[in-house]
T-cell receptor, first 118, second 111 residues
Framework: GAVVSQHPSRVICKSGTSVKIECRSL??????MFWYRQFPKKSLMLMAT?????????EQGVEKDKFLINHASLTLSTLTVTSAHPEDSSFYIC??????????????FGPGTRLTVL | EDQVTQSPEALRLQEGESSSLNCSYT??????LFWYRQDPGKGPEFLFT???AGEEKEKERLKATLTKKESFLHITAPKPEDSATYLC????????????FGAGTRLAVHP
């Protein structure tokens, strides 16, 4: 149980294009989904938190117009990197919190998406 | 400032050589202390959640413990397949189940 998928696993795009990454909870409904960014040999940096049907909450320093988050249902959230530039190249990971009383802060992570912007 | 500090940054062990990883956390508003394992190029894999001082949890060669200010991940008789980065994270009360991650400990176990 508690499986989270991400698609695509790897994407290469040209500078100026937009890229959409999907995050799905496969066997549970997610109260909340999170988007993280990770640089090589660094820890996870929380970018934003999203709840189904409401606007995402972005962390300080994260451009909300650059990183668009849509949380369409209790099992799907998408991150769109708009007008991507080489500095946006990174490993993007999503996570989801199950919708149950005992879950507290438990987060289950997707396998990540490696974005390379040329 | 809310932060999570892990030590050591990197650890090299011989197969069978037991050791412990440390995670220090800020005390205010603790809502769970989490341990994850991350392999290169993959998302973190959930290991344990601890909620109160004195609590312990075990899984195979791993045992996590929690005090009022820190948590330890004990690795007993490690094998090469235990090589990974181990991340700890503090959960906070107040809105959206947020986690703050430490920088991780990169563990390498050599045969």
């Amino acid at each position: 149980g508690a499986v989270v998928s991400q698609h695509p696993s790897r994407v290469i795009c040209k500078s100026g294009t937009s890229v959409k990454i999907e995050c799905r909870s496969l066997d549970f409904q997610a109260t909340t989904m999170f988007w993280y960014r990770q640089f090589p040999k660094k820890s996870l940096m929380l970018m934003a938190t999203s709840n189904e049907g409401s606007k995402a909450t972005y962390e300080q320093g994260v451009e909300k117009d650059k990183f668009l988050i849509n949380h369409a249902s209790l099992t799907l959230s998408t991150l769109t990197v708009t007008s991507a530039h080489p500095e946006d190249s990174s490993f993007y990971i999503c996570s989801a919190t199950p919708r149950r009383e005992s879950s507290y802060n438990e987060q289950f992570f997707g396998p990540g998406t490696r974005l390379t912007v040329l | 400032e809310d932060q999570v500090t892990q030590s050591p940054e990197a650890l090299r062990l011989q197969e069978g050589e037991s050791s412990s990883l440390n995670c220090s956390y800020t005390v205010s508003g603790l809502r769970g202390l989490f341990w994850y394992r991350q392999d290169p190029g993959k998302g973190p894999e959930f290991l344990f959640t601890l909620y109160s001082a004195g609590e312990e949890k075990e899984k195979e060669r791993l045992k996590a413990t929690l005090t009022k200010k820190e948590s330890f991940l004990h690795i007993t008789a490690p094998k090469p397949e235990d090589s990974a980065t181990y991340l700890c994270a503090q959960g906070f009360s107040g809105g959206y189940n947020k986690l703050i991650f430490g920088a991780g400990t990169r563990l390498a176990v050599h045969p």
